[in-house]
């Protein structure tokens, strides 16, 4: 077990655009310490050590090979998350990785077997359901304000990141694309309310063979499309409830909720008033509308813990606590027990998104083998019960 009395040192690999937020974030976070980062880009990675005072900058090899080193922070391209994972576990370190966890099942189990043989945890992204948002919707499902859950849509309509992302190719190649990067964060909330996922269909296809980089150095460069960019999917979870999800780059707009959850008495409905602001962000509204009532009341966004002292946007609705999941797995580590955000929960979800992705070559509903335990809430810290101060509490 690591010692609660000291901070979780870390060791940072992929300092791409993603590491901003979590080298942002964790600075403000007590329980962390990033101690070194490093990537195959060592300019990049010492500019991001200077600006966000990280004391060394070191390549990936010897951050891995650091004994002072307590966990690695897997922020690679998702085709190298297998790999630079494996290396860290070898060499006795803990990790937490970027999602998807890994891009073949048969290294996803290769990662957590070795892990488990040499006592080691695994935590993968997202951690969007350890926000308020999700620990509120949670919650009333626990309490059964909504009856028996029965059934979930989710819908994801975005027209790519070409927009906004100056170096979007491997969204766009093998690995890539709307399933494998937004279905984790929809999935991950699905599981956490309503448990495993039994079987699942799907369908997809790939609309357009180029997108155009529409900004930084390489606006107007064509790059080609290698996967699918609009997925739907049917899902049945081992609790009997049954869902479904829409997961696209090729949607201009749209007015359908982010995600709703039905039930025998009512409907929990996560509305999308800002771009983006769905199951990939940590708070925001949640609605609930019940057979005893005529409207829809919102129930408090509740407000992060003190020591959460990370950015809102502009319009306070996205809060973007990116790095809490690796704070939770540290002090998992303090305690003996799992994390929430487990590298179990990760490979279910890739399983099933390959049963999404197989399915329509197959022409049949997929079985999923996995499964996982349904992640436990964050203990109440307040009078609402929708957060955790990660420093104080199992």
């Known amino acids: 077990m690591i010692d609660s009395e000291r901070p979780f040192r870390v060791g940072l690999i992929g300092t791409g655009r993603i590491g901003d937020i979590y080298l942002r974030n964790c600075a403000a976070l007590d329980r962390l310490d990033i101690v070194s980062c490093g990537s195959l880009n060592m300019d990049e990675s010492r500019a991001k050590a200077a600006q966000f005072g990280v004391p060394q900058c070191s390549c990936p090899d010897e951050i891995i090979a650091d004994p002072d080193i307590d966990a690695i922070l897997n922020l690679t391209v998702p085709a190298a998350h297998a790999e630079v994972s494996l290396a860290a576990i070898n060499a006795g370190k803990h990790v ?31 951690d969007t359901f350890l926000g308020g948002r999700w620990q509120t919707v949670r919650k009333l499902l626990d309490q059964g304000v909504i ?10 309509p975005t027209h790519g990141v070409e927009r906004h992302h100056p170096n979007p190719d491997f969204y766009y190649a093998s690995g890539g694309g709307p399933l494998l990067d937004l279905g984790p964060y929809y999935l991950a909330a699905m599981v956490f309310c309503l448990g495993p996922i039994a079987r699942v269909a799907g369908m997809a296809r790939r609309t357009f063979p180029e997108r155009m980089i529409e900004n930084g150095p390489r606006n107007g ?3 080609p499309v290698e996967v699918d960019t609009h997925c739907l999917s049917l899902i049945e979870f081992e609790s009997g409830a049954i869902g479904q999800m829409m997961v696209s780059f090729d949607v201009w707009e749209s007015e359908t909720p982010r995600l709703e959850i039905y039930g025998t008495d009512g409907t929990v409905c996560i509305p999308d008033p800002d771009p983006g602001d769905g199951a990939n962000v940590f708070q925001g509204p949640v609605w609930v509308r019940t057979r005893a009532t005529s409207r829809w009341t919102m129930r408090p966004r ?32 303090s305690y003996g027990r799992g994390p ?19 399915s329509p070559r197959l022409g049949r509903f997929v079985e999923i083998e996995s499964t996982c335990a349904r992640p436990a809430m964050l203990p109440e810290t307040d009078e609402t019960g929708l957060n955790v101060n990660l420093g104080l509490s199992q």
Not at 98 to 118: N, Q, W
Not at 147 to 156: M, S
Not at 313 to 332: C, P, S
Not at 340 to 358: N, P, Q, T
Request: net charge negative; hydrophobic share 45%.
């Open 147 to 156: 009856g028996d859950p029965t059934g979930i849509a989710a819908f994801v």
């Open 302 to 333: 509740p407000k992060a813990p003190p020591d959460w002292k990370v950015a809102e946007n502009t319009h306070g609705l996205n809060f973007d606590a990116r790095g809490v999941g690796l704070a939770e797995l540290a002090q998992a580590a």
């Open 340 to 358: 929430r955000a487990s590298g179990a929960l990760g490979l279910h979800l890739c399983e099933v998104m390959k049963g999404m992705h197989d």
């Open 96 to 126: 937490y990785s970027e999602k998807p966890f890994v891009t073949d099942l048969a290294d996803g189990h290769r990662i957590l077997d070795l892990a488990a043989s040499r006592g080691l945890l695994v935590g993968v992204a997202p």
């Open 221 to 223: 460069e064509m790059i």
